[in-house]
């Protein structure tokens, strides 16, 4: 029975274990996960785009040709300019092309799948480009406070460096969160549209680069690319769509060492890690970004890492490390809670025990209640004693197996003894 015992405790912590080191993380789409393809501006606008990441159900991105007026970090307004929102409705396979025609109310497609998306107008004055020459950005968030993704310019000379005549509604500014060559791209067109024609296979920096750089592209009318594209170094979860690096986390500590706090953590392996957030929280919700520590880049060995941080004058203290890689994509996140002051552990012995047992509470001062029950729950004497020691004399305790509870104003423990 007691071997039961001790087994299920066991179960209990190592469940503990994996609740905290593998938490889920909501998806963030970022600069640079998507990529424009194509562009026609006369006799049937539109525009294509690929993502590099699995797109999740729920996942908004929002399309505008509002120009950028950098100068007071701002869109252009216009009732004759566009703003499309797309929501995903199944998930999208990173790779894929998707395809928006501009119309009544305009169509959506995609080169191979079944995903689908569902969308919708935030004003529908004016849905399509220009033909002299305009611009398209994609972002999420708002339009009053929007987080850039990737950005494009078509005909018309390239993006803007002085200020912006919002009247003129063919020129913008580059958003400084964009840049062009990586995530935005300029494209001149001796017609109506241009696509992207260069490599389809390749590492999202690779693949970015390529399809940023106007060289790689042709003019054509033709929104729909050859192919779908192949990605191929990012690995994210089939289900939830999560980003997982590929690091193995050995272990994740917290020890309080005076006012400040020692972490430790050990990775077995690292692919294209370049760096770890270290965040602090006293609720375990609220996050504060306390240290920024270098990765190992790509290690098949084992690396240590160590950094201290300030106890903040809180009792309990919850620490998450986040994994990002070189493409800046953030793994799952290591959670653990640490104690900012050491306290006196809580102790039954001897064990086994004949005619006294001896138990020290973690408190100097206050009660603590000492429970002695068998392993069916019948218990068999509790005593109440002030300060951080008590002998409690076992005679009426035949031989076998029984549980302490030892509880104090800080903590309730139960503990396994044999009597002999």
Sequence with gaps: MLYYYDMRFKLLLTTTFLVTFFVAKAQVITVGDIAFTSAKVSGGDGFSFVTFIDLCPGTQLIFSDMPWRDETNEFCTSDEEFVITFTVTTKIDRGTVVVYD???????????????????????????????????????????????????????????????????????????????????????????????TGTFTGTRAALRTAINNPANWSNSTNLSLTSNFTVTDIIQDPITCLV??????????????????????????????????VSVSTDGSSWTKVQT???????????????????????????????????????????????????????VFPNPASEFMTVVSDQLHGSTTVTISDLSGKTYLSEVFEGQTTMIPLAILKEGHYLVRVCSENSVSVLPITKM
Excluded at 260 to 271: K, R, V
Excluded at 293 to 302: E, H, K, L, N, Y
């Design 293 to 347: 520590v270098p990765g190992a880049g790509t290690s098949s060995f084992s690396h240590d890492y160590s950094i201290v941080d300030e106890a903040r004058g809180a009792a309990l203290l919850y620490y998450k490390l986040t994994m990002v890689d070189d493409d800046n994509n953030a793994g799952s996140d290591a959670v653990i809670a640490v104690k900012t002051k050491l306290e006196p552990s809580i102790q």
């Design 102 to 196: 501009d119309g009544s109310p305009g169509t959506v497609s995609m080169a191979t799948g079944a995903a689908t998306l569902s969308w919708t107008f935030a004003n529908q004055r004016n849905n399509g480009f220009s033909s002299d020459g305009d611009n398209i950005f994609a972002f999420t968030g708002s339009y009053a406070n929007p987080t850039f993704i990737a950005g494009m310019k078509i005909k018309d000379g390239t993006w803007m460096t002085g200020t912006v005549n919002c009247a003129d509604r063919q020129h913008t500014r580059l958003p400084a969160a964009l840049t062009n060559g990586t995530n935005a791209v300029y494209i001149n067109p001796s017609g109506d549209g241009m696509r992207y």
């Design 244 to 277: 997982v690096l590929p690091i193995d986390l050995v272990s994740f500590t917290g020890t309080p060492i005076d006012d400040a706090i020692l972490l430790n953590w050990t990775t077995l392996s690292e692919s294209h890690n370049d760096h770890f957030d």
